[in-house]
């Protein structure tokens, strides 16, 4: 015999149905005067400094349909690129921005609104700058674990073409589906759950 | 905990998910996973710090009737209807270590199975005095609880027949994005629970355990409410301890 490792096992993930609404933006969904507010429903204030922006999507199901319950969270560096989390050992995040935020995709058209600033670039492991992205964290009824991507920004073709994750994509015209269309201040970015143009999910 | 708060807070990447363990993507016996689950593989990538950071939220946020669904969405005086439980546990990583200050939000039918929402339509009646959302967030030793009444079983439209055993859905956050989690928790003892196609796209039955929630008597409170614990384990982090130092680092 040896040692036991003694590990424990991760509680599995079980879908976040359809009601998710209920417990996570309440007021959302017309449960008011529990919470104040709902979380993450606003990033900024008057003094978040960088660059304003806006990112729109939609995630859409293998039929071409919008989801119209789903529930999307971001989170991203600010805009000098520092992280408002306690694992930040480079600097202090601005004050001002969480960078997180959390929406629902809309009931009539499937849309979901970030009001954000532009991320600033963060290293690698390996201390390699990765091109500017936010993380992107999407749950709905029909997802048994919770999908993880990122959004790049068309404007950083430099950057992204030297982003250590990207440059893992071994389909390189699946890239694309990591880097939002529009342009400043308005980014669209639509995830796609299946079919030709199915987003790249991370496993990270 | 001065030891806990003088410490340097951990850096590591996290342990893989296991994905034997959690549901695959795809299950066709749940049928809305069909058209939702993503059919390309994942790009599996250790952790970069934009994973392995993540938010924190204060206590702050946290409002006094928060963790109690019994009263917080009930007219003074009046509470919800129901067995009145108590659910405590513990968020603790895969390393066994506590996960202080971790936020926990969760939602549930009310004690006839029928969920405070504009898309449900079973035919169960409203509880005028229950909302059905609470949240709280672990202390210095990972520790949570909150009161609210059992939530009722559910017919939902899947096969003819299925029924969701009684459940409360968590979602967690812990001190890394890469450890965002929402899952669910079943009461010990409910013959349903084996029967439900969303409980059944987890392959593996041991899995399955780890979402009951046993009776707690010893911590039910005489002439109150039955206490069901529930602990919750989290991706754990590996050491810094073993990574090289790299310039830029
Ligand atoms: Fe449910």
Redesign the interface.
Known sequence: MVQQL???????????????????T?NF???G????TD?GARMVNEQTLGERITITGRVI???G?P?K?ALV?I???DAVGL???????RGSADPNF???GRCPTAADDGVFTFETVKPGR???????P?AP?I?F?I??????????T?MYFPEEAEANAADP?LA??EHRHRVATLVATGAAPNYVFDIH??GEK??????? | MPDRTNRKPETGAFFPRDRQWHAPALTPGYKTSVLRSPQKALLSLDGTISEITGPVFGHSVIGELDNDLIHNFARPGESAIGERIIVHGRVLDERGCAVPGALLEFWQANAGGRYRHKKESYLAPLDPNFGGCGRTITDDEGFYSFRTIKPGPYPWPNGVNDWRPAHIHFSVFGHGFAQRLITQMYFEGDPMIWKCPIVNTIPDRQAIEQLIAPLDWANTIPFDARAYKFDIVLRGRRSTLFENRLEGN
């Open positions: 003694g590990y424990l096992k991760e509680t599995p993930s079980q879908t976040a149905g359809p009601y998710v609404h209920i417990g996570l309440p969904c017309g449960i005067g529990v919470y104040e979380l199901d293998g039929a349909t989801l319950d969270e989170w991203q560096a992280y408002n989390s306690p694992t930040e050992l969480t960078g997180w963060v290293p690698f492991k390996d201390g390699r990765m992205h993380t964290w749950v709905a009824r029909g997802i048994n674990v919770g999908l993880h990122r994750l893992r994509i759950l299946q199915e987003t790249v999910f991370l496993d990270i």
